[in-house]
């Protein structure tokens, strides 16, 4: 299974980006749980936001809550990352990753997840 995260790049402090996790064709992304992760350099991978596989319920880091927006768009088979009001300290090279699991409080663990996309940098200056 291939997972693709795209859309990321340089903004400003208070700016805004939209990513995008597409899946293979033949996936049925909607099937699952998708999470969005992130690892700056020289910290530990960071839980950001998840999509339950069923009520398509989201659930957010406390630090991104209130700025970032997880969608889904079955059409395009994907999902997106809405962030708003970006700050220095979201610079990272985020990640999706899809899971099977039906408990949402367990979204924020990695270990849920059984596909994982390559990143995207998002660079925020001050």
């Known amino acids: 299974v291939q997972l693709q995260a795209s859309g990321g790049g340089l903004v400003q402090a208070g700016g805004s980006l939209k990513l995008s996790c597409a899946a293979a064709?033949?996936?049925?992304?909607?099937?699952?749980?998708v999470g969005w992760f992130r690892q700056a350099p020289g910290k530990e991978r960071e839980f950001v936001g998840a999509?339950?596989?069923?009520?398509?319920?989201?659930l957010y880091a406390d630090s991104v809550k209130g700025r970032f927006t997880i969608s889904r768009d079955n059409s395009e088979n994907a999902v997106h990352l809405q962030m708003n009001n970006l700050k220095p300290e979201d610079t990272a090279v985020y990640s999706c990753?899809?899971?099977?699991?039906?408990?949402?409080?367990?979204?924020?663990?990695?270990?849920?997840?059984?596909?994982w996309g390559r990143g995207t940098q998002v660079t925020v200056s001050s």
């Open positions: 990753a899809a899971s099977n699991t039906i408990i949402f409080s367990r979204l924020p663990r990695g270990s849920m997840y059984a596909y």
């Open positions: 064709s033949g996936f049925a992304f909607k099937r699952y749980g």
């Open positions: 999509v339950h596989r069923n009520s398509d319920s989201t």
